[in-house]
């Protein structure tokens, strides 16, 4: 209803979709479906074209659905499913915790039995219930808090228990017991008894045309909401999820569905809760759902329809809290500010704001912070430790060691690229007035270079060499070499100033690099080759 359809359409949703991703998707107990940010945005796409409920509004809902199956898809057999990997595991934490709290939200209209208006935000939904706290329903809060209790206590019990089934039971039986229909109690009502249609989209190029842009939007809402709810879950058992295998699965399912009468879906929230709450390990689990969906439509439609609401409240509720992720807030909180800072920020977005547009801004956030971090890579200095047997090379600032007058050990940690090349250039400024001739930069941990980090070495290079020494690199990755060979600076820096090893490194610098009267009369000696050449 919230997409602008008719209800049935979510019934056909619910019954084909899980089935196809969980043939073709990665998550175990992902079950994708209508879901309401889906719907909002498929609502927003086709009411500028046709009146909602019509019969052109399904044929253009079921037009979006494939051009979304089609993007999805062809996102995930080009592989491309990996910049979705950009999605933190903050972000999710975050975004899981505030749609959780949105879930137990929405349910305090079934749990009190007061009118909040379909659409209400967050914080409307809060300050109503209080605003009307006094005509709320206890009748309705008794049956609600009746079931969450018998929830609790049955999973207290034992694990191995069904426990949300035996609270449904227990919930119904309860409910009927004080009379519900008589305090006001109601049900979910009548189930319509048929199978998803055959269904044809309308593929004309107008059509398609108008319709592309909310397709685009729609499909990257829907993958990154599947592949969050999936990775929200793989955080509690375990599981590493494909994000292109995802994808493929999404495209698959909403390809396939839209030639059943079904409309754009995704992974849902509140089902993939209750799937995993449950105990489901694999996803036929899913399928086993859509099939049980079938059967109750045509055979217990009858019971379906009795079933008190303030029942499925309690659950909801207690399926909410169970998808906050407690322990990782706790420990992101304590161990890192930025981290926390994103988390709260996707928290708070995913509250006052629409659910797609609060990943984007834990996303924005947590790049932000990476890319601060990148930008600013540390020249350590290191030294040989002569206290180890094979006088390894560790940081000065963690044991003060002697150092070499004329050669300058630095190990680079981090990215040399056009963003961090200020930071470093500045670091390497300093090192031309500690006074030492030569700079040897162990290049072991440099993860990435670019053409701005190639000209800043040789830049430093020049300097060193006006000065009378030398820039030198050891370790240096095979592809960042190849990067200076293809680019055309090898010649420039000097062929002879790369090294496999540190050991070669000094070796070569103290023949040819040092002034033997300064290594004469100096004291530190922290050199094999200085033992060796008194």
């Not at 399904?58 to 995930?76: D, K, M, P, S, W």
């Not at 979910?188 to 319709?211: C, F, M, Q, R």
């Not at 217990?300 to 659950?315: E, F, I, Q, R």
């Not at 930025?338 to 928290?347: A, D, G, K, Q, S």
Request: charged share 10%; proline share 4%.
């Amino acid at each position: 209803m919230i997409a602008g359809l008719p209800p049935e359409y979510g019934l056909y949703s619910a019954m084909v979709i899980p089935v196809i991703t969980a043939l073709f998707g990665s998550s175990w107990q992902m079950v994708s479906g209508p879901a309401t940010p889906m719907s909002i945005v498929v609502f927003a796409a086709i009411s500028q074209f046709a009146e909602p409920s019509t019969e052109m509004f399904v044929t253009l809902a079921l037009t979006l659905t494939l051009l979304v199956g089609c993007i999805q898809l062809l996102v995930g057999l080009t592989r491309m499913g990996s910049v979705l990997n950009f999605v933190s595991h903050t972000v999710i934490i975050g975004f899981t915790a505030g749609a959780a709290l949105l879930i137990i939200s929405k349910q305090l209209k079934s749990v009190f039995d007061l009118p909040i208006p379909k659409g209400t935000s967050f914080l409307e939904i809060w300050i109503l219930t209080f605003q009307q706290i006094g005509q709320a329903n206890w009748y309705v809060f008794g049956v609600a808090a009746f079931t969450v209790l018998i929830a609790v206590v049955s999973k207290f019990i034992s694990k191995k228990l069904p426990y949300m089934l035996i609270a449904i039971v227990a919930g119904s039986l309860f409910s009927h017991w004080i009379g519900g229909a008589e305090k006001g109690i109601s049900h979910l009502g009548a189930i319509p008894g048929e199978l998803p249609p055959l269904s044809l989209p309308d593929l004309s190029p107008k059509t398609l045309a108008n319709l592309a842009p909310g397709a685009f939007v729609i499909a990257l809402l829907g993958l990154i909401e599947a592949i969050s709810i999936s990775r929200s879950i793989a955080t509690k058992t375990g599981q590493i999820i494909d994000a292109n295998q995802e994808c493929i699965g999404q495209g698959a399912s909403n390809l396939l569905g839209s030639y059943f009468s079904c409309y754009a879906s995704s992974g849902s929230f509140s089902r993939s809760g209750v799937n995993h709450s449950a105990g489901a390990e694999t996803p036929l689990s899913g399928v086993f759902a859509s099939l049980l969906l079938m059967l109750i439509v045509f055979f217990v439609a009858p019971l379906a329809a009795h079933l008190p609401m303030p029942v499925m409240a309690g659950l909801i509720i207690l399926v909410g809290y169970n998808l906050i992720d407690w322990h990782s807030i706790t420990a992101l909180m304590k161990a890192s500010t930025r981290e926390t800072i994103v988390l709260v920020v996707t928290f708070l977005a995913t509250l006052f704001m629409d659910l797609q547009y609060a990943i984007y801004i834990g996303v924005i956030f947590s790049l932000l912070f990476y890319l601060e971090q990148t930008a600013q890579p540390r020249l350590i200095t290191v030294a040989p430790d002569h206290s180890s047997e094979n006088r390894s090379f560790i940081n000065i600032d963690h044991k003060q060691m002697d150092q070499c007058p004329q050669l300058k050990l630095v190990r680079l940690d981090g990215a040399l690229y056009f963003g961090s090349v200020a930071h470093i250039a500045e670091q390497m400024q300093e090192l031309r007035t500690c006074g030492a001739q030569n700079v040897l930069i162990i290049g072991n941990s440099i993860q990435l270079i670019d053409l701005s980090g190639v000209e800043l070495l040789v830049r430093e290079a020049q300097h060193w060499k006006e000065n009378g020494g030398g820039v030198y690199i050891s370790g240096l990755r095979h592809r960042a070499r190849h990067y200076f060979e293809k680019a055309g600076f090898m010649k420039v820096f000097g062929e002879n100033h790369f090294f496999v090893s540190k050991r070669e490194a000094i070796a070569y610098i103290y023949a040819f690099g040092m002034d033997p009267k300064v290594c004469e009369n100096c004291s530190s000696r922290i050199f094999s080759e200085c033992s060796v050449n008194e």
